[in-house]
């Protein structure tokens, strides 16, 4: 074999050293894909459920409307909480007050006369407990991967949520369409099982001995460190713009039906997922990348310009290429903001931060698809991703223009990085 295609091979090559290093990281790993597994085909089964029980545009973009609120106060205050008590504890709690949620919507599904709030209330719901959750779940990348490996765990665990992501909602297709939504509840259901087994094994992750409670307070320290900075200003401004303006998942449903192929739901779902896959699994370059506000700048732009192109797309096979470079894009931006995030977040701050990271890349998508149902409503669906896509190119460009210290960002040189990176270096001698 050539040296070159040798070289270039190895650049391509995923890293594993997380997964081989850590047995904390390998758990969660697993976790992560069999919950997102169920996860993401309860996501093809609610806006299904919806658009069956009422076929309006306007009460399946109300669904994520409804979390947002949820996800803002769960959110802020999962993120205090996680600084202040054990990580794994609330990890596994959350993870049983999902399961209930899960089995609520089944149980509903099974009623001869399925209750539309019932869907509005436990959507709701399961969007607390997981913003409850998740920042704890980003934090502890941090306790149990080194610093250098920060890269590649953005890099695995991006690939395993891609992984989920593409068959998932192909398989949560299938199962709406032929058995119904009670199905496709049963097996999230079952995968919170699963995922609370190897949740549990988890060793304990208590707070620091002089972590600050979870309180008001200690919330206003997270915003302030977050405001100062405006490089992490940066990565959270322009994935809420992103996802604000060219988001349209809840489209779908209508337009598998404008193009004549609503066997094809599933697929429309998945295809950003395939291309983030892709940018996955040859994405170990990613973790190379030392300018990575440009790199978010460069990926969020290109996202919008996927988007804006499905409203040309002639056919669903178009659409669905369209929608996978778009999701690619989406990934790679991604990467950069987690890498960003673990490698110059002080640890102290991690979990309070985390939850500010979760109000951009939640909130974006909620709103996005609320936006992208009104707009539809107006104009129909291909109007609604090609204004949604021209305006997030717009936003973000302008975001990079008014915030330079992000779109200058490099780790080799930024003050945040290195601090860091010596404090843990401290640390482990």
Request: proline share 4%; with cysteine; hydrophobic share 55%.
């Amino acid at each position: 074999m050539p040296d070159g295609l040798k070289h270039l091979l190895r650049h391509l090559s995923i890293d594993l050293s997380p997964l081989r290093d850590s047995r904390d990281y390998r758990l969660l790993f697993s976790s992560g894909v069999i919950t997102m597994f169920g996860t993401l085909i309860t996501m093809v089964a609610v806006p299904y459920q919806m658009k069956e029980l009422t076929d309006s545009y306007v009460a399946v973009g109300l669904v994520s409307l409804a979390e947002f609120v949820p996800m803002v106060v769960c959110g802020l205050w999962g993120g205090a909480i996680a600084d202040a008590l054990d990580r794994r504890k609330i990890i596994v709690l959350s993870e049983l007050g999902l399961l209930v949620t899960t089995a609520a919507l089944m149980v509903n599904a099974l009623l001869p006369n399925p209750q539309i709030w019932v869907l509005y209330v436990m959507g709701a719901i399961s969007t607390g407990i997981s913003c409850l959750q998740r920042p704890s779940l980003e934090a502890v990348f941090q306790q149990v991967v080194k610093h250098e490996q920060q890269g590649a765990a953005a890099v695995l665990s991006s690939m395993r949520w891609n992984f989920g992501a593409i068959v998932a909602p192909a398989l949560g297709g299938l199962l709406v369409t032929a058995y119904g939504s009670a199905a496709a509840y049963a097996v999230d259901t079952l995968s919170f099982l699963l995922s609370l087994v190897l949740l549990w094994r988890i060793r304990s992750l208590p707070p620091a001995e002089d972590a600050a409670p979870a309180s008001l307070e200690s919330l206003v320290e997270g915003m302030r460190y977050a405001v100062r900075r405006s490089d992490l200003m940066g990565t959270y401004l322009v994935d809420i713009a992103a996802m604000l303006f060219a988001m349209a998942t809840s489209l779908f449903p209508f337009l598998a039906d404008e193009l004549r192929a609503p066997q094809a739901l599933g697929l429309l779902y998945s295809a950003a997922a395939v291309g983030a896959l892709i940018a996955s699994i040859t994405g170990s370059w990613a973790a190379r990348v030392q300018r990575q506000g440009l790199g978010v700048i460069v990926a969020a732009t290109l996202w919008g310009v996927a988007v804006a192109l499905c409203a040309l797309a002639p056919n669903v096979w178009v659409v669905v290429v369209f929608i996978a470079l778009a999701g690619a894009a989406d990934m790679v931006s991604g990467i950069f903001r987690m890498t960003m995030w673990n490698q110059t977040i002080p640890q102290e701050l991690r979990g309070r931060l985390a939850g500010i990271e979760l109000l951009s890349y939640a909130s974006g998508p909620m709103l996005g698809n609320a936006r992208a149902s009104l707009m539809a409503n107006i104009g129909g669906t291909r109007f609604s991703l090609g204004a949604g896509g021209l305006l997030c190119v717009a936003a973000v460009l302008g975001l990079a223009a008014a915030l330079p210290k992000f779109r200058r960002y490099d780790a080799r040189t930024d003050e945040h990085a290195l601090a860091e990176k010596a404090r843990r270096e401290a640390a482990a001698a």
